[in-house]
């Protein structure tokens, strides 16, 4: 029955019946909780909509990796509301003013912690820098300004940290000996992607080899939409998918985009995994 309901829902939806859903995986920031007040230094990690509903496996690692670096987390959970929001889904349909709801009630909840030096990190490329771009557009003035100062993606944060001294992060050999890791294009725009490549080589005897990619030909619920299938495909094609099936069975293979692990799995049958996941399996 489940897999004719699937095929109804997609039918319904004008999905491409080639692509895999989502699964909903619970409901990560239902209960999380700060780390217990054992560090002077702070963190708010933002855990976007795809990463506490599908993947909170990823939020899980990033919480301890964080913890281990000896930081005390804290998370965007908004009391009696539904989760906070960067509003980027409504922007890719066209609805300006709920995107910039949502981009306001994130500035509500957020700056108090900013306001006292909390930097926000974020796990998802395209939410976590909304907030440095999008959100600058909304006339928000100052106040957008000081939230976009201190987001940084969960790579850029860890780097920053060790760079100014404040952090080691005590990492093992994995018992993989290479890593492939494909670039969001956010963080290709952001030129963000170079903290991911530092961060993996903290890893001992890692060997890590970046794929040069264009888009990965998801982008969002574009490659999921079943006129844009084939396009989306091809995108992915051109170098992003031959990769990754030439990659040997003991490789990882790292993305830090939800669409990117999506389409790496419809499209070569391989699972890819966010950077947070592989430092995790790292700890000392």
Known sequence: RLPLLSRWLKRGLGLAEQRALPRFDGDFLATASASPATSTREVLLFVDTFNNYMEPENARAACRVLEAAGYRVHFNRAPQERPLCCGRTYLAAG????AKAE???TLDHLLPF???GVSIVGLEPSCLLTMRDEFLRYG???EARALAKASLLFE???VRERDAGRMLLALKPLETPRVL???HCHQKAFDALRPVEQVLRWIPDLEVRTIETSCCGMAGSFGYER???ETSMQMAEL????AVRQAKAGDLVVADGTSCRHQIHDGAQRMASHVARVLERALV
């Open 95 to 98: 609805q300006v003013d709920k």
């Open 103 to 105: 981009a306001r009630r």
């Open 114 to 116: 900013v306001e006292r």
């Open 140 to 142: 928000y003035g100052e």
């Open 156 to 158: 850029e944060f860890l």
């Open 181 to 183: 890791l494909h670039g």
């Open 227 to 229: 006129e844009h299938y």
């Open 239 to 242: 170098a992003l998918l031959p």
